[in-house]
Each structure stands twice: as structure tokens, then as C-alpha cells.
């Protein structure tokens, strides 16, 4: 959602059912659209720009713990080297990453966050959350899929990420929303 229909009634349940079993801040690349850790410096590793990520608009919020219902997704972990947020579940099988920027490796877990994350899907756009969140089916990331033109840059082949139309849509829990960061050379003003 943008930041001006936060308040917009959604389906399925408030992020509320969430918000004590999550983990923070992830943020949304403006440059190669997945989701990524920020909070540890440098941002990982972009494969847009070949420099940290950028984070651009909403704070997340990222659920963990429990497993499999018709609604949420576990298996989702932070990479240690890109630092961005991957499916875990078709190991071993791990997707694509940019790694140290002269690698294109596996995504890996690391010990600093070892959660478990499950990510919450097919539910509409609950208030508090965002949706069009999607899987990528070459780099296994997390990507924001909600705006048409656009679908950054997926170090797996260089192109726009990839959803699998027949994978989960999901609907991530925010926080806070900063302004006045948009998107480089994409859309000027355009902030999801
Ligand atoms: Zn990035
Ligand atoms: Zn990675
Ligand atoms: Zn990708």
C-alpha cells in the first residue's frame, strides 16, 4: 500500500495477530526491490547498484516462529551475505546471491538473526500491512511486486525479478513509513 491508504480495510486478519512475535526493521530496496535487514551497517549487498542496499519507504516488521497453516508461509531467513530475506524451504536448492559482489552463490543463514521467519499470504491487505510481496523463482528473494513498471533487479540474470503466478501473494506487516526516498532512476516521486 502507499502511505496514504494505510487506514484501508483490507481481509483476513489485522497485522496486530502478529506484532508480538516479529523482528525489525527490514526495508524495501529502492533499487533492486527485495526486502532486506537494515539496521546493520553496510546494507548487505545490492545486485542493482553493487553497493548496500537503499531502504525506501515502509519499516517492516517480520513475523517468526509457528509453522504451516493455509495462510502462512515458514521457511523464510535472512542471508548473511546480501542480507536480504530468502525461501529456505526448497533446501538445497537456495537461489542466487550476490554475495561479495564477485560471487553468485547460494543465499546462506547466518547465526546473527536464526529465525525462522513465516510470512503471512493470500489474505488481502490487512490493515496494517503491505501486500504484492512475491517469490522470486530465480533469486529466491522476497521482491515487491505491487508496482506494474517495475520489478528491480535480480542478480540471478541481471533482468527484473520473477513471481511464479501460481506462488503465495503476501501481505507484510509495517510500522512507519519514511518519506522522501524514492526510487533511482525508475519513477521520481513514486514511493511504495
Ligand atoms: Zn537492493
Ligand atoms: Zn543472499
Ligand atoms: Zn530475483
Excluded at 158 to 170: Q, S, T
Amino acid at each position: 500500500m502507499a502511505a496514504t491508504v494505510l487506514a484501508t480495510v483490507g481481509t483476513g486478519s489485522p497485522a496486530s495477530a502478529w506484532t508480538n512475535t516479529t523482528h525489525s526493521p527490514y526495508r524495501f530496496c529502492g533499487d533492486c526491490f527485495v526486502m532486506f535487514y537494515w539496521g546493520l551497517a553496510p546494507s548487505g549487498h545490492c545486485p542493482a547498484t553493487g553497493y548496500p542496499h537503499r531502504q525506501v519507504g515502509w519499516f517492516f516488521m517480520i513475523p517468526f516462529g509457528g509453522g504451516w497453516t493455509p495462510t502462512d508461509q515458514p521457511d523464510w531467513r535472512w542471508c548473511r551475505n546480501c542480507f536480504g530475506l530468502f525461501f529456505n524451504g526448497f533446501w538445497p536448492d537456495r537461489g542466487r546471491c550476490i554475495g561479495t559482489n564477485i560471487e553468485n552463490i547460494p543465499h546462506r543463514t547466518g547465526s546473527t538473526f536464526p529465525y525462522n521467519y513465516v510470512l503471512p499470504h493470500d489474505i488481502g491487505e490487512p490493515p496494517g500491512t503491505q501486500a504484492n510481496w512475491e517469490f522470486c523463482i530465480n533469486c529466491f528473494q522476497l521482491f515487491f511486486n505491487g508496482w506494474a513498471p517495475q520489478r528491480g533487479v535480480c542478480f540471478a540474470y541481471g533482468g527484473p525479478h520473477v513471481p511464479d503466478p501460481n506462488a503465495f501473494h503476501f501481505a507484510i506487516p509495517v510500522s512507519s513509513y519514511e518519506s522522501g526516498r524514492g526510487l533511482r532512476d525508475l519513477s521520481p516521486g513514486f514511493e511504495p
